[in-house]
């Protein structure tokens, strides 16, 4: 089946500091990957969707200057968490969307603890 | 409104039981998806149904889709231990492919 690589898996960092998280498809060609957070014992909130080569789309109430996506070609993705504070600690994950399937092939998750 | 509500919150069976959970969802949608979650992993998918089917099977999973009453069933058959885990139902509307998640159900299957 297809794999999508995500990391880091978790990442501690101090407050004021960014991180980057990438995503990537490891054995297919993904025009459109989508960026989640999930807080624990919770469901998955879609945050932005990327679309590769153009600017990402991000869901009302997530900023975009806090979480900025890149997606510079068909198999990676990044998602840059800007002087990441305390409340941004959460659970970080990616999906890939194969062009012909309705299927998301999701990564293994990062998990974010900001100090 | 929430799009996707799976029931039970959590659910403990024994080893070799069926386990059934539920999704409802608000409103028409194009396809309903499952998805499985180990603790602090990522999901796999598991089945997708589209708003035209009634019934999918896969292995030991049953998906059964009522358009008509905006809910969808998902049966594990003869459940083993490393079924452990939290199931998700995800909606599809229209043609951007965004999947809008439940709030999952927690399977624990104790050996």
């Known amino acids: 089946g297809a794999v999508v690589s995500q990391h880091p898996s978790w990442v501690i960092c101090k407050s004021g500091t960014s991180v980057k998280i990438e995503c990537r498809s490891l054995d297919f060609q993904a025009t459109t990957m989508f960026w989640y957070r999930q807080f624990p014992k919770q469901s998955l909130m879609l945050m932005a969707t990327?679309?590769?080569?153009?600017?990402?789309?991000?869901e009302q109430g997530v900023e975009k200057d806090k979480f900025l996506i890149n997606h510079a070609s068909l198999t990676l993705s990044t998602l840059t968490v800007t002087s990441a504070h305390p409340e941004d600690s959460s659970f970080y994950i990616c999906s890939a969307r194969m062009t012909s399937e309705n299927i998301q092939y999701f990564g293994a998750g990062t998990r974010l603890s900001v100090l | 409104s929430q799009q996707g509500e799976e029931d039970p919150q959590a659910l403990s069976i024994q080893e070799g039981e069926n386990a059934t959970m539920n999704c409802s969802y608000k409103?028409?949608?194009?396809?309903l998806q499952w998805y499985r979650q180990n603790s602090g992993r990522g999901l796999v998918h598991l089945i997708l149904i589209r708003s035209n089917e009634r019934e999918k099977h896969s292995g030991r999973l049953r998906v059964t889709l009522d358009t008509s009453k905006k809910s969808s069933s998902l049966l594990i058959t003869a459940s083993r231990a490393a079924d452990t885990a939290s199931y998700f139902c995800a909606t599809v509307r229209g043609s951007n492919y965004k999947l809008t998640f439940g709030k999952g159900t927690l399977l624990t299957v104790n050996p």
């Open positions: 409103t028409s949608i194009n396809n």
């Open positions: 990327s679309n590769e080569g153009s600017k990402a789309t991000y």
